[in-house]
């Protein structure tokens, strides 16, 4: 069970992010691996970030693995193989800052009839948002509501992630939401630096 301090969760994973990701370059940065929760099935995304701009987020959106083993591939795959961006460069590690976010498990919502009815079930701010039909899948987490706040515009972006157009609407549309308690490192403390 994951402890009531949530500082302490945050203290833990993000350190475990970082050594992934210097392990991966080749440098030794050192994480406590010990605590119990840590073999926990939980899903997480991890972002990174760099002056203030994207440099990349993966993650699971269900718990398939102990949260050790998430973090820690989620955290190199952010790093190397979002193809969104090139692969993290040994020189960019000092100034990229870490994110880790845990998610609930994502709850369908209601049945909708439209595209109106879901954005009136939306929580601005703390819905992440799974978009699926098909083998198309899609999800934005929160935070994203801080660059598209409003929700018409949020799902339509949503769409677009999930390769369809932005007004489309169907009945197979799977929408689910879940939320998440996230850890960010400061960017001012150079934390991890090699």
Not at 18 to 26: F, K, V
Not at 62 to 69: D, I, K, M, T, Y
Not at 111 to 130: T, Y
């Amino acid at each position: 069970m994951l402890p009531a301090d949530s500082n302490q969760v945050g203290d833990i994973l993000l350190p475990i992010a970082r050594a992934a990701i210097a392990d991966a370059l080749g440098f030794t940065v050192s994480a406590d691996e010990s605590a119990s929760w840590l073999t926990e099935h939980h899903a997480c995304f991890v972002t990174l970030r760099k002056n203030d701009s994207l440099r990349g987020c993966v993650g699971s959106i269900e718990a398939r693995r102990n949260l050790l083993e998430d973090v820690k591939r989620n955290a190199v795959a952010a790093a190397f193989n979002d193809t969104r961006f090139p692969r993290l460069r040994a020189h960019e590690f000092a100034q990229t800052v870490i994110e880790v976010s845990l998610l609930t498990p994502p709850q369908p919502f209601a049945i909708m009839a439209s595209e109106a009815e879901l954005i009136a079930q939306l929580v601005p701010r703390l819905d992440g948002v799974v978009l699926e039909l098909g083998s198309r899948r899609a999800t934005f987490l929160p935070q994203v509501w801080e660059s598209l706040p409003e929700p018409r515009e949020f799902l339509a972006e949503l769409k677009l992630k999930a390769e369809l157009p932005p007004d489309f609407w169907s009945h197979e549309l799977r929408v689910s939401r879940y939320r998440v308690q996230k850890w960010s490192e400061d960017a001012l403390t150079g934390v991890g630096s090699p």
